[in-house]
Nanobody
Framework: QVQLVESGGALVQPGGSLRLSCLVS????????MSWYHQSPGKEREPVAG??????NYADSVKGRFIISRDDAKNMMYLQMNNLKPEDTGVYYCKATNFAAQFWGPGTQVTVSS
């Protein structure tokens, strides 16, 4: 059984920073692509960052501001969020994907005020 649990969401001011974490359990190998998704209120869930091995990619809206990383030895994945904007507000989900399955965490709320 694979489980992903996000943490680190909070209320922050515009221009502030947060680091989201995703604790992964139940994976027996490192063949999963790890991703962060963002869902704004009333909108579809959209990918913001992904990492496969050490190769990363980002949505244009977060390039230069967010950094995705993973530490497989600690079963952790991170999203460093800098220079936060009000439009970054929403629920952030971590996802693990391999050739046959997708696994999602329950999400963590990020609110950027003003």
């Amino acid at each position: 059984q694979v489980q992903l649990v996000e943490s680190g969401g909070a209320l922050v001011q515009p221009g502030g920073s947060l680091r989201l974490s995703c604790l992964v359990s139940g994976l027996l190998d490192s063949h999963y692509v790890m991703s962060w998704y963002h869902q704004s209120p009333g909108k579809e869930r959209e990918p913001v960052a992904g990492i496969s091995g050490h190769v990363t990619n980002y949505a244009d809206s977060v390039k230069g501001r967010f950094i995705i990383s993973r530490d497989d030895a600690k079963n952790m994945m991170y999203l460093q969020m800098n220079n936060l904007k009000p439009e970054d507000t929403g629920v952030y989900y971590c996802k693990a994907t391999n050739f046959a399955a997708q696994f999602w965490g329950p999400g963590t709320q990020v609110t950027v005020s003003s």
